[in-house]
């Protein structure tokens, strides 16, 4: 009967509950087969290493009737890094590591990213790997992307084609018109290296 409710759980993407279910029930039915699938597909293991390591993890699940609503749930204490093979209901996750000293980090734990890779017959796994940077290196409002090999997936791609991208600062949040403006005023596109790279050589009628 539990795995009956469990697979209609999962048919209903009410993975929580369905995840709740499950691990009742391998307290009764241990190694069993047909429960080891539906498990699988209504949890994900979440591996979790920083550099340095030592640092708090904690994550927020998107719930999409409370994203509908606006609202966004308490962040979950999962451990200390290294972390591996964390197994957690079936979900996607805003993943922040913390260490004293250091910025906190922010990263999309994506399980549908990591299902859409096994699709295309790749061995992925729900992985998280963050350098920490001291907080006193990072520009104010503004956080690193790290570099890394990405491979492309898409119809039209070369099979093993990958994307190797250097690591960069970029601002949290979009910049807005009345900074730009400022930035403007302030001679930002004095500088020519800045106003050819946004094609503003010619800076006649500028404000």
Do not use: C
């Amino acid at each position: 009967a539990s795995l009956v409710e469990i697979e209609r759980l999962a048919n209903e993407a009410r993975y929580e509950e369905a995840y709740a279910l499950a691990v009742e029930a391998e307290a009764v039915l241990g190694d069993d087969p047909d429960l080891a699938t539906w498990m699988d597909e209504v949890s994900d293991q979440v591996t979790i290493r920083s550099d340095p390591p030592g640092a708090t993890v904690r994550a927020v699940a998107f719930r999409p009737d409370e994203v509908a609503r606006g609202e966004i749930s308490e962040p979950v204490t999962l451990g200390v890094t290294p972390l591996d093979g964390v197994r957690l209901a079936r979900a996607e996750r805003l993943v922040t590591v913390e260490a004293p000293g250091y910025a906190p980090v922010e990263r999309i734990a994506s399980t549908r990213f990591v299902r859409m890779q096994r699709v295309w017959d790749l061995d992925a796994q729900l992985t998280v790997e963050v350098e920490l940077t001291p907080e006193d290196e990072v520009p104010e409002g503004m956080v690193w992307i790290p570099g890394a090999s990405h491979t492309l997936l898409s119809a039209d791609a070369p099979a093993g084609a990958r994307a190797d991208l250097a690591g960069f600062f970029i601002d949290r949040f979009e910049v807005t018109n009345a900074e730009y403006l400022e930035f403007i005023r302030d001679g930002g596109y004095d500088d020519p290296a800045l106003a050819a790279l946004a094609g503003l050589e010619d800076r006649t009628g500028l404000p």
